[in-house]
């Protein structure tokens, strides 16, 4: 875990403000987000961390995930995911560029770098699955079939707490290029 040890964590990370859209002024604590439009109240918002316009995939990365990224080798779950309106800049922020890859290129490279490691002693395989939720409907973004890429799959939890989703596909990768 981070710095920060609580089970869940709300981080934000603020894009850099569209031209078209009204001025807002916004300013930034490590853990707070200040909003206020001529008008209006001051607005305060609290987050376990927060970053500005100008953070970087790396900056997020080292800081809120690689610490996360070990934790399912230790039989742990870990799970991150992007919320926010359409143009936040969520798919930006998870996938990146190829100059600047963003969080989930990040996690798979670490994840074969600690494997490459473990599978010295141990038997290590790798499965991936990669899912949307939008609009309360969790699609699998790894389906090929244009009919079935639109299928509503459900979400179930077992006695265990342990949460799954019937039908998701999994894919087994052997190294970061199958990525």
């Known amino acids: ?7 869940v964590q709300a981080v934000v990370r603020l894009r850099p403000a569209i031209s078209n859209q009204p001025v807002v002024n916004m300013q930034c604590g490590e853990t707070d987000v200040c909003l206020a439009r001529k ?9 376990s961390a927060v970053y500005g316009p100008t ?3 790396g900056q ?7 610490a996360l990224v070990r934790l399912p080798l230790n039989g742990i779950n ?7 309106h359409t143009g936040a ?7 990146g560029t190829k100059d600047d890859p963003g969080l ?5 490279r670490a994840v074969f770098e600690m494997a490459s490691v473990v599978s010295a002693v141990s038997r290590v395989a790798i499965t991936l699955s990669y899912l949307e939720i939008y609009n309360e409907k969790v699609y699998d973004l790894l389906c090929t079939s244009p009919q079935s890429r639109h299928v509503d799959l459900p979400i179930r939890q077992d006695r265990d707490y342990n949460m799954s989703v019937p039908g998701l596909r999994e894919v087994p990768i052997t190294n970061f290029e199958d990525f």
């Open 104 to 108: 989930i290129p990040r996690s798979v």
């Open 60 to 66: 997020l990365y080292s800081e809120q995930l690689s």
């Open 89 to 95: 800049g969520k798919t930006h922020t998870m996938l």
């Open 55 to 57: 953070s970087t995939h």
């Open 78 to 84: 870990a799970t991150v995911f992007a919320y926010g």
């Open 1 to 7: 875990m981070t710095a920060n040890s609580e089970a």
């Open 39 to 47: 008008g209006y109240d001051i607005k305060k918002f609290s987050f």
